[in-house]
């Protein structure tokens, strides 16, 4: 079974032969380790491309993620503003938010079209997919509704406005759901993305309520899946924080599989979840992944699985993208234990 | 003069304002006890930031996120900005100025701007350079101002790193410098591994740490002052 076949499989709720395994995301790492830098790759579709053929081939990971680190470029385009490109860190906006319904409805989704940078993801996801899509699973990566949501008015405006404006956080996350369909749907339908990606950090178990998430993320997430399953397409979402205590939730998500972070209680997730929905995890980024030895990353590899994968229906990653400096043989250990681990 | 049967009244409005996040309650408040004539002083430690502290407990415990925190921020501000210009000392025993902000690649400042409001109402001067701050800025931002201490946030793996490298090019120009790291990647771990003298857990706790390692760093100024004119 390939890696492609094997991640596929276990979002089916099945067991291949092999746990799968992914990073998520790690753009920053991989275009770090592959020596160039943000702004290069967005000026060279060919060379993005092959950063992505090059490092799935190092990285070995199931899932290979076009577009990691180029997000916020979605709310840029649709809001009308620049980019910031800088040495540390993903490129981030420039732009003026939308600050009332007023604002809001002068943006336009279609707007994403003429984006020259979204333009080259889309170009070099098409051509990862057309060289390495046997093997593994190629996908293009993108915020969740309510994060995305959350980047055209702003974080802490979204924030109180879910007290003092529902209705406008409920309109401004439909919109970045209607925009997410706009960006995915050429790529669904022409048959590159089989599986879509999409991190939702805003949404997180530490910064919002499980009722306000209940209300303002859940339904737009379902929304989306809803139209990617409709098109035969796969979705994974990550969520930041501590997700324990609305666990029960996710599967209403419609998600094929949730990723997620290290903070959540894994043992609880594989009560709640198993039999439900594929769901993939929770190795500490930072104290794990960065900070540990190698016989550390395999420790944490294998209790995780032991607690949460070994009946299948489960993906090893990390509770959440990596740090830029992660050592490479914890990134090897890390993948070979689920590679190794027979069911 | 206010009765104590007032003042308790009046604390207790602040202080609900603050939990129930009610900016015009706390305003209302803050004028009634200028009005009166009652000590500032008394209704921001007593009535605003006794508030934030069961705001804190509540957070704690998961009945209160980040919305409501800062909505709890707001009416806080709300009060303090009338109060503060009737406050003759502020006074939590200890004063100092620290510089603060979100490293680069991170515009994530909310929990940033939480812990500045702590500082706020403690009566630190707080030079804030908000986020997404170029490394060596806080180092030249320290060099400039002489602050006490310094305190960097990240909310994302891929910048956290950056922290790093703050924190060795600030004890290298400065040794005496008391550094704070906080955000949701970060833990004590992290910090000791890197070299900064506190994590912030959280908006209270970066407070009371700050509070602790200042008057440290006075006491060992103090004390190095009294050898050399001894």
């Known amino acids: 079974m390939t890696p492609r076949q094997t991640i596929l499989k276990a979002f089916e709720g099945g067991k291949a032969s092999r746990v799968p395994v992914t990073l998520f995301g790690a753009g920053m790492w991989s275009i770090k380790n592959f020596g160039s830098t943000f702004k290069e790759l967005s000026e060279d579709e060919g060379r993005m491309a092959d950063m992505l053929v090059a490092m799935s081939g190092k990285l070995l990971c199931d899932v290979v993620y076009a577009g990691s680190g180029y997000n916020n470029f979605h709310a840029a385009a649709a809001l009308g503003g620049s980019m910031k490109f800088r040495e540390m860190g993903a490129p981030d906006l420039e732009a003026h938010l939308a600050a009332s319904e007023e604002d809001l409805q002068k943006l336009d989704i279609r707007s994403i079209d003429s984006d020259r940078v979204i333009e080259t993801t889309k170009k070099a996801c098409r051509a990862a997919k057309s060289r390495i899509g046997d093997e593994y699973v190629v996908t293009l990566t993108a915020w969740g509704p309510f994060t995305l949501g959350a980047r055209l008015v702003g974080e802490e405006t979204m924030m109180k406005a879910t007290f003092k404006k529902p209705a406008l956080v409920e309109k401004v996350v439909d919109f970045a759901t209607g925009l997410l369909m706009h960006l995915y749907g050429p790529l669904v339908d022409d048959g590159t993305l089989e599986v879509i990606s999409l991190a939702d950090p805003t949404a997180s178990g530490d910064l919002i309520s499980k009722k306000q998430f209940e209300r303002f993320a859940l339904p737009y997430l379902k929304k989306f899946t809803d139209w990617a399953k409709g098109k035969g397409a796969h979705t994974l979402v990550h969520i930041c924080g501590n997700t324990t205590d609305r666990l029960d939730l996710f599967p209403a998500t419609g998600a094929s599989c949730i990723s997620l972070d290290h903070k959540t209680d894994i043992r609880k997730a594989k009560e709640v979840l198993h039999g439900k929905m594929c769901f993939g995890g929770n190795v500490d980024p930072v104290k794990i992944m960065l900070n540990g030895s190698v016989q550390d990353v395999e420790e944490a590899c294998r209790e995780t699985i032991r607690t949460a994968g070994a009946d299948g229906g489960f993906v090893l990653m990390p509770g959440c993208d990596i740090p830029p400096t992660v050592p490479y043989e914890n990134i090897q250990k890390f993948i070979q234990v689920a590679r190794d681990w027979r069911y | ?230």
């Not at chain 2, 407990?57 to 925190?69: D, G, K, W």
């Not at chain 2, 005496?176 to 890197?194: C, E």
């Open chain 2, 1 to 230: 003069m206010a009765t104590e049967e007032k003042r308790q009244e009046l604390l207790g409005r602040l202080k609900n304002a603050v939990i129930q996040y009610d900016e015009d309650g706390a305003k209302e408040a803050a004028n009634e006890v200028i009005a009166l004539g009652m000590d500032a002083n008394d209704a921001i430690f007593n009535g605003l930031v006794s508030g934030m502290e069961e705001v804190g407990r509540l957070f704690e415990a998961q009945e209160y996120f980040v919305p409501e925190l800062l909505m709890s921020a707001d009416a806080l501000y709300a009060g303090l900005d009338i109060l503060k210009p009737h406050v003759r000392q502020l006074d939590l025993g200890v004063k100092g100025s620290v510089v603060i902000g979100t490293v680069e690649g991170d515009v994530h400042d909310i929990g940033k701007n939480i812990v500045k409001m702590m500082f706020d109402v403690a009566g630190f001067t707080v030079y804030d350079l908000g986020r997404d701050v170029p490394l060596d800025k806080f180092v030249e931002e320290q060099l400039r101002t002489d602050s006490d201490l310094v305190c960097l946030s990240a909310m994302m793996t891929t910048t956290m790193v950056g922290m790093k490298k703050v924190i060795s090019d600030l004890k290298a120009k400065n040794p005496n410098v008391r550094i704070m790291i906080g955000g949701a990647p970060v833990s004590s771990d992290i910090a000791d591994k890197w070299g900064a003298d506190g994590y912030a857990k959280d908006a209270n706790n970066a407070l009371k740490d700050a509070i602790n390692m200042v008057s440290s760093l006075k006491k060992m100024k103090e004390e190095a002052e009294a050898k050399k004119r001894g």
